[in-house]
C-alpha cells in the first residue's frame, strides 16, 4: 500500500496543473528575452605598472630608494645654483686645517684626500649630501645636512668638522 501511494503522488507531482486560467500572466520562457550576458560583466580596475612594488624586493629597499629620488629630486628644485667643487667629496675625506679670519669674517681651509686645500665660508656647500656650512667658530665648522631617515623622508642633519681630528 506504501508503494502504491509514493507510486500515485510522484506521478502527480511530476504532471504541470493545468487548471490555471489562461488569463492570467503567467511567464512564458520562450517568450521572455535572454539577459545580455555582456551587459552584467565586471571590468578590472586600470593597474599603474610604473608604481607597482615588486613583491619580492625588500621593503626597507624601496623605500630608501624613493627617498633617495626624492632627495635628489628636492636637491634639483632647491638648488639651481652650479654646484660647487667640494660637493663632489664624501664629508669623511675631508678635513678641518686651519680656520681664521678674513675682511672681518671667519673662514676656514679644508683638505682633501690628496692634501689639496680650500678655503670655505658662512654658506658653503660640503660633501655629497648637500651639506651648507651654517657657522664657523674658532675649532669648528658646523654644516647642516639634508638625508634620508628610516621612514624614507627628508630631514636635517647637523654634522660638525672639527680641529681635533687633524690632530689626533
Given at each position: 500500500m506504501?508503494?502504491?501511494?509514493?507510486l500515485v503522488s510522484t506521478i502527480l507531482i511530476g504532471i504541470p496543473l493545468a487548471t490555471a486560467a489562461p488569463d492570467s500572466e503567467m511567464p512564458d520562457a520562450s517568450t521572455d528575452a535572454m539577459p545580455?550576458?555582456?551587459q552584467h560583466m565586471v571590468t578590472a580596475?586600470?593597474?599603474?605598472f610604473a608604481n607597482l612594488r615588486d613583491p619580492f624586493a625588500s621593503y626597507l629597499e624601496t623605500v630608501a630608494t624613493r627617498g633617495r629620488s626624492s632627495l635628489l629630486e628636492n636637491q634639483l628644485r632647491l638648488t639651481n645654483r652650479k654646484r660647487e667643487k667640494l660637493e663632489d667629496y664624501d664629508l669623511s675625506t675631508l678635513s678641518l686645517v686651519a680656520i681664521f679670519s678674513m675682511g672681518g669674517e671667519r673662514v676656514a681651509m679644508v683638505q682633501d684626500s690628496t692634501a689639496k686645500g680650500y678655503i670655505v665660508r658662512r654658506g658653503n656647500f660640503l660633501g655629497k649630501d648637500n651639506g651648507k656650512i651654517e657657522k664657523i667658530t674658532k675649532d669648528t665648522v658646523f654644516l647642516v645636512e639634508q638625508v634620508l631617515n628610516p621612514a624614507g623622508e627628508i630631514t636635517d642633519r647637523q654634522v660638525s668638522l672639527t680641529m681635533k681630528e687633524v690632530n689626533e
Open positions: 506504501k508503494q502504491l501511494i509514493w545580455d550576458a555582456m580596475p586600470p593597474i599603474d
